[in-house]
């Protein structure tokens, strides 16, 4: 059975591959909001007290040219996605 992302959900993984000196994220992964795939990056930062909390950036995931789905249109309006 293959996995199938749920709609509103996604998944965090630790970023092996990190290089602090570059600000890369802590963790990376995936999320489907609205029916659109969004990469996720999250950051552990610390608070002057000492708490922990995470910041999350998210980017639409872009189609591949070979996939088979025609080409996003062009929207011209002002409306943000959220």
């Known amino acids: 059975m293959s996995y199938e992302q749920r709609e509103l959900s996604g998944s965090l993984f630790i970023n092996d591959k990190r290089?602090?000196?570059?600000?890369?994220?802590?963790m990376n992964g995936k999320c489907l909001i609205d029916g659109t795939l969004y990469y996720m990056d999250a950051w552990t930062k610390k608070k002057d007290d000492g708490a922990k909390w995470l910041s999350v950036a998210f980017k639409a995931c872009?189609?591949?040219?070979?996939?088979?789905?025609?080409?996003?249109e062009d929207d011209d309006g002002d409306e943000m996605p959220f």
């Open 19 to 26: 290089d602090p000196e570059k600000n890369q994220p802590n």
């Open 62 to 72: 872009e189609r591949q040219a070979d996939d088979g789905a025609p080409p996003p």
